[in-house]
């Protein structure tokens, strides 16, 4: 069985230009989640897709925003990109109503803002 | 909104028996989950713990206190593979999961 595939692995761009990240989960779940992993602050939670809709979001700025298919793949865009918007971009997902909320997680993509 | 903290390091020597603790503070509390992540590499789910007590799975075990707010993570003898970055994250609802900043642990000879 295949697992979470992120893609682009890496990706540059300058300050002010905006950047699409995608995400492709295991076959068979519907959840999306998309974290950003900034270096020593951990994982921080960005935003959660279920069944095509934004069913969460955390504490992050509007121009953070994404979208779910009806695959169940998703798109995090990234708009008006910043310098501290350099991180690696987590995606994961997890067969919603188990009660552990296992998330199986993507290679992530690496982001640099120069 | 929630907290939590653990060590930001830990290291220990192969075969050796180390605990990386967990203490979160949160509103609304429905389990205690701990992520592997090796330099790099995608997180990977250990385990998870939604009442109070001891799971035990292979050589790494979950402790959770819900009167405590409080949890650890018991990895047995130790295995230089064992080295990478260790996360305790709360479910408070919503299907989202808080994580902690994590504690890197490192394996020696």
């Known amino acids: 069985e295949a697992g979470v595939t992120q893609s682009p692995t890496h990706l540059i761009k300058t300050r002010g230009q905006q950047a699409t990240l995608r995400c492709s989960p295991i076959?068979?779940?519907?959840?999306v989640y998309w974290y950003q992993q900034a270096l020593g602050l951990g994982l921080q939670f960005l935003l959660w897709?279920?069944?095509?809709?934004?069913?969460n979001r955390g504490n992050f700025p509007p121009r953070f925003s994404g979208r779910q298919f009806p695959n169940y793949s998703s798109e995090l865009n990234v708009n008006a990109l910043e310098l501290e918007d350099s991180a690696l971009y987590l995606c994961?997902?997890?067969?919603?109503?188990?009660?552990?909320?296992?998330?199986?997680f993507g290679p992530g993509t690496r982001l640099t803002v120069l | 909104g929630q907290s939590l903290e653990q060590p930001s390091e830990v290291t220990a020597v192969e075969g050796a028996i180390v605990q990386i603790n967990c203490t979160y503070q949160?509103?609304?509390?429905?389990?205690l989950s701990w992520y592997q992540q090796h330099d790099g590499g995608a997180p990977t789910f250990l385990s998870y713990?939604?009442?109070?007590g001891l799971e035990e799975t292979g050589r790494f075990s979950s402790f959770l206190s819900r009167s405590d707010s409080y949890g650890y993570l018991l990895l047995q003898e130790l295995q230089m593979k064992d080295s990478a970055s260790y996360f305790c994250?709360?479910?408070?609802?919503?299907?989202?999961?808080?994580f902690g900043k994590g504690t890197m642990l490192l394996v020696s000879p």
């Open positions: 076959s068979g779940h519907t959840s």
């Open positions: 994961a997902s997890s067969l919603r109503g188990r009660e552990n909320n296992e998330q199986f």
């Open positions: 994250a709360v479910r408070s609802g919503y299907s989202t999961l808080t």
């Open positions: 949160t509103s609304g509390f429905y389990g």
């Open positions: 713990n939604a009442l109070d």
């Open positions: 897709y279920d069944e095509g809709e934004e069913r």
